[in-house]
Nanobody
Framework: QVQLAESGGGSVQAGGSLTLACTASDITNCMAWFRQAPGKEREGVGAVYPATGVTLYADSVKDRFTISQDSTRQTMYLQMNRLKPEDTAIYFC????????????????WGQGTQVTVSS
């Protein structure tokens, strides 16, 4: 069983920045961020493969968000720049992918989520 702890959510004005962190209790094959806005389906934001450091992003955030990991490969960060009101959502950390692609959302472990609110 892997435990995930998220931190860093909050409120910011449009154009601002926030950084989220997710720490896993063990190294996994993949860590990812997802988000869900009220009334909308969950959306993949991006992922990192700890063994290689490869990062992947959804097109909607590709030029604004950056995923990184620390040297332990158990903490993943999501640096969010030039935030927009449409980025408002609960952001979830996920780990240990078992699906064919990180975008399918097929992860064994999930965090509790952290709220990000962007005001215009």
């Amino acid at each position: 069983q892997v435990q995930l702890a998220e931190s860093g959510g909050g409120s910011v004005q449009a154009g601002g920045s926030l950084t989220l962190a997710c720490t896993a209790s063990d190294i996994t094959n993949c860590m990812a961020w997802f988000r869900q806005a009220p009334g909308k389906e969950r959306e993949g934001v991006g992922a990192v493969y700890p063994a290689t450091g490869v990062t992947l992003y959804a097109d909607s955030v590709k030029d604004r968000f950056t995923i990184s990991q620390d040297s332990t490969r158990q903490t993943m960060y999501l640096q969010m720049n030039r935030l927009k009101p449409e980025d408002t959502a609960i952001y979830f950390c996920a780990a240990q992918r078992y699906g064919s692609s990180w975008k399918t959302g097929e992860f064994r472990y999930w965090g509790q989520g952290t709220q990000v609110t962007v005001s215009s």
